[in-house]
């Protein structure tokens, strides 16, 4: 079958940094997604990885090594607003996403 | 509007109704998505659709039903609500279903059936 791990929740620091893992086995790679979800309203896009390596992007980067089917997405300088569940979602052979449960960041004054 | 609407923003239902969510995007993407999310599980799909006109399934069909008569609405009904059918629904949409194609979210209906 198909699966998406994460870990379920986090505490991480105001001003601090954070990664959050995501590990993958999926039918097949189509590239790799992280979106952002606050309580109570949509996800929203964070970054996409097809090739292994690091994608920067501000405050947030995200990591891919396909050889480890294995994910993370690193988050600095944290701010209260960072507070969000944090998505991890795989394209498949077929294109479709497949969605990890996603982690529970809480952010701590 | 902006983006992708859904109605309604939520609703309980008695088992066995009929109910028809509804979702409406103006980006003119090509395609569209139904997902449900529950307590401690991932999004799943419901149904999509990857252009006006066709629809497939996606992991969780059963129980519900698509169309895409235009490039604007995919409305999603339920034939006869059951209460494993509680859940938030989520419309997503993307210009089309490959690459790096981000899909874009509705704000989601909040279904209790009861």
């Known amino acids: 079958g198909q699966n998406i791990d994460q870990p379920t929740e986090m505490t991480a620091t105001e001003g601090a940094i954070v990664q959050i893992n995501c590990t993958y086995q999926?039918?097949?790679?189509?590239?790799l997604f992280w979106y952002q979800q606050h309580a109570g309203e949509a996800p929203t896009f964070l970054s996409y990885?097809?090739l292994d390596g690091l994608e920067e992007k501000g405050r947030f980067s995200s990591f891919l090594s396909r050889s480890k089917g294995y994910s993370y997405l690193l988050l600095k300088e944290l701010q209260m607003k960072d507070s969000a569940s944090y998505l991890c979602?795989?394209?498949?052979?077929?294109?479709?996403?497949?969605w990890g449960a996603g982690t529970k960041l809480i952010i701590k004054p | 509007i902006a983006g992708i609407t859904q109605a309604p923003t939520s609703q309980i239902l008695a088992a066995g109704r009929r109910m028809t969510l509804r979702c409406t995007q103006d980006?003119?993407?090509?395609?569209m998505y139904w997902y449900r999310q529950d307590l401690g599980l991932g999004l799943r799909l419901i149904h999509y659709?990857?252009?006006?006109?066709?629809?497939g399934k996606g992991e969780v069909p059963d129980g519900y039903s698509v169309s895409r008569a235009n490039t604007d609405d995919f409305p999603l009904t339920l034939a006869s609500a059951v209460p494993s059918q509680t859940s938030v629904y989520f419309c997503?949409?993307?210009?089309?279903?490959?690459?790096?194609?981000?899909?874009?979210f509705g704000p989601g209906t909040r279904l209790t059936v009861l």
């Open positions: 997503a949409s993307s210009q089309d279903r490959g690459g790096a194609d981000t899909q874009y």
């Open positions: 980006m003119r993407h090509n395609a």
């Open positions: 659709s990857n252009t006006a006109g066709t629809t």
């Open positions: 999926t039918s097949g790679f189509n590239g």
């Open positions: 990885n097809v």
């Open positions: 979602a795989v394209r498949d052979s077929n294109y479709q996403l497949i």
